[in-house]
T-cell receptor
Framework: DGGITQSPKYLFRKEGQNVTLSCEQN?????MYWYRQDPGQGLRLIYY???????QKGDIAEGYSVSREKKESFPLTVTSAQKNPTAFYLC?????????????FGPGTRLTVT | DAKTTQPPSMDCAEGRAANLPCNHS???????VYWYRQIHSQGPQYIIH???NNETNEMASLIITEDRKSSTLILPHATLRDTAVYYC???????????FGKGTRLSVIA
């Protein structure tokens, strides 16, 4: 089956630790995105990549880092510099850049930092 | 990008049509109207999009006013599984990423 996988579904970390969230897609999509969602809120864009080896900051990139070394993979690292890392993290991919290409979302990773 | 305004919540009886409004009075000529929905604790799912004409697919219908300042997403026969947050987004052509607002929380009631 084609799709996007995110792992793990739930992740618990101690404050001060970096943590990397996985996102893999086998849809052969060029563009990939990371969003953060807090309770009762909409999605906020963290980083996006329109092509391999290139990525851009979204609206809330501070405290996060990404890499795009392979087309199918776009891992997100939540660093200790992120002040409020506890949130629901969603990864998405699309055939091309921009919003006109339908985005396909993964199931999400719920990160809790204590 | 045009900002969209949606009511925070709506209820709909099961089996009835759900009509979700969206205001986008500042939309420009090259911006499309896209709808996504997010069922609790899942990733959003694309529903439908349009530019000027009304559109219909297997999930929903999209009615866009002639002046394009507002639109309505119609779920013709709502079921309990349609309970979700529905996002209306104005999307320009080009490489600009999607911007999600808070959407409308639709509760379908048995």
């Amino acid at each position: 089956d084609g799709g996007i996988t995110q792992s793990p579904k739930y992740l618990f970390r101690k404050e001060g630790q970096n943590v990397t969230l996985s996102c893999e897609q086998n849809l052969n999509h060029d563009a990939m995105y990371w969003y953060r969602q807090d309770p009762g809120q909409g999605l906020r864009l963290i980083y996006y990549s329109q092509i391999v080896n290139d990525f851009q900051k979204g609206d809330i990139a501070e405290g996060y880092s990404v890499s795009r070394e392979k087309k199918e993979s776009f891992p997100l690292t939540v660093t200790s510099a992120q002040k409020n890392p506890t949130a629901f993290y969603l990864c998405a991919s699309a055939q091309g850049p921009g919003g006109l290409y339908e985005q396909y979302f993964g199931p999400g990773t719920r990160l809790t930092v204590t | 990008d045009a900002k969209t305004t949606q009511p925070p919540s709506m209820d709909c009886a099961e089996g009835r049509a759900a009509n979700l409004p969206c205001n986008h009075s500042t939309i420009s000529g090259n911006e499309y109207v896209y709808w996504y929905r997010q069922i609790h604790s899942q990733g959003p799912q694309y529903i439908i999009h349009g530019l000027k004409n009304n559109e219909t697919n297997e999930m929903a219908s999209l009615i866009i006013t002639e002046d394009r300042k507002s639109s309505t997403l119609i779920l013709p026969h709502a079921t309990l599984r349609d309970t979700a947050v529905y996002y209306c987004i104005a999307v320009p052509s080009g490489n600009t990423p999607l911007v999600f607002g808070k959407g409308t929380r639709l509760s379908v009631i048995a």
